[in-house]
């Protein structure tokens, strides 16, 4: 038994992602394989457009034998906290031989260089004047690498699987894990990559071997094509999400996770200014805080999430599909409590309650992101894909 493990969001899934599950198990020779999914809500600051369990029994229709649920506070986290919080699962199952990313270099000796850069950088003066000079963390960071270290490994942190690849690397060596990294060089299309023109009702089809597009480019044809008032749409809870914001003081905006250097301020003061979700975001970004930083912070914001939700590590393993295979990969190594039912999780400790609650709260506001509102308690009440072929 050789079990590997991918990290993923799958919003959502498509051939892309069944190619890395295939040469997943093709090059590291893995038997079994484990997917730590994010659930409702996704690293951009968004709504994932596809509820979880449909996407983790797709997952598991296409070669995952267990999938497992990243918890909300770290799926709308950095991507430092959201490559920690899945190491953490991933280390507590105690059966993972092989972390398996794709990555645009496709060199894993060239990550874990990178990785030791990053570390390395963030000590440096040369960061932290780039960031007292009002530059993002990305961009200081990238500029303290420059002054350090050869041109390829500047290289690496220019593009957004690479940069996800070497948080894994760093998670797994703070981390002290035994899993080994691997990568699988991305084919297809790039990371948020336009094409010029597409057939409406040409939304995604996993039988199409010949084409591999990006999730983004999915997104994009599924809000267009039949059907697309079944998928969730953050621009649902457009309204909501300014009201709740008008009503926080900058005291508790401050509570939300990655808030510093004055962004409560920012914050606080476009939400009394914007009409729009997307001119709220507009009024709040600087060049020192990136969008994506933006987006996930306003969402946190309005869910509710802060800074203590973060610091409590992954509390249980929960099981959103599995099959016979992936019932092998949860042995007595395991030192966490594992079950799909979230009832039977959140009595195992009260920070596994509150991060339960946490994730019960999420999917009843998620519900309200569809042309037709969905019922609160679906964390209870819905069957994942538990499939013992």
Request: hydrophobic share 40%; charged share 25%; net charge neutral.
């Amino acid at each position: 038994m050789k079990t590997a493990a991918i990290i993923a969001e799958y919003n959502p899934f498509h051939n892309g992602h069944r190619y890395h599950i295939e040469q997943t198990r093709r090059l590291t020779g893995a038997t079994h394989v484990v997917v730590v999914m994010s659930g409702n809500f996704t690293q951009r600051g968004d709504l994932a457009i596809i509820p979880k369990h449909e996407r983790a029994a797709v997952a598991l229709k296409n070669g995952a034998d267990l999938v497992i649920e990243l918890p909300v506070a770290f799926a709308l986290s950095s991507a430092e906290q959201f490559a920690a919080g899945a190491i953490t699962l991933l280390n507590a199952l105690g059966t993972v031989d092989v972390l398996s990313f794709g990555s645009e270099c496709g060199d894993i000796d060239l990550i874990g260089e990178a990785a030791g850069a990053v570390h390395y950088a963030q000590t440096t003066e040369k960061f932290f004047q780039e960031m007292n000079s009002g530059k993002t963390f990305p961009a200081a960071l990238q500029a303290a690498v420059e002054e350090h270290y050869t041109d390829d490994v500047v290289d690496v942190l220019t593009h957004p699987n690479n940069t996800l690849g070497v948080e894994y690397v760093k998670a797994l060596n703070e981390s002290g894990s035994n899993i080994v990294p691997f990568t699988i060089k991305r084919v297809g299309a790039g990371h948020d990559e336009e094409i010029e023109t597409f057939d409406k009702e040409d939304i995604f089809d996993l039988n199409d071997d010949t084409r591999i597009l990006s999730a983004s480019q999915i997104r994009k044809r599924m809000f267009v094509g039949e059907g697309a008032d079944t998928y969730a749409d953050i621009n649902r809870l457009e309204t909501a999400i300014l009201a709740r914001l008008r009503m926080m003081t900058t005291k508790e905006i401050r509570k939300t996770p990655n808030i510093n250097g004055g962004l409560e301020n920012r914050i606080f003061k476009a939400a009394r200014g914007a009409t729009s979700l997307s001119e709220l975001h507009f009024l709040s970004k600087t060049k020192r805080y990136t969008l994506a930083r933006i987006r996930r912070a306003v969402l946190c914001c309005f869910l509710g999430i802060t800074m203590g939700d973060v610091r409590i590590n992954p509390q249980y393993i929960r099981i959103l599909a599995m099959n016979g295979r992936g019932r092998e990969i949860i042995g007595k190594e395991c030192t966490l409590p594992v079950n799909s039912s979230l009832a039977t999780l959140m009595k195992t400790s009260e920070d596994a309650k509150r991060q339960a609650l946490l994730e019960d709260r999420c999917t009843n506001i998620y519900g309200l992101a569809f042309e037709k509102n969905k019922l609160c308690g679906k964390e209870f009440t819905l069957k994942f894909k538990i499939d013992d072929e």
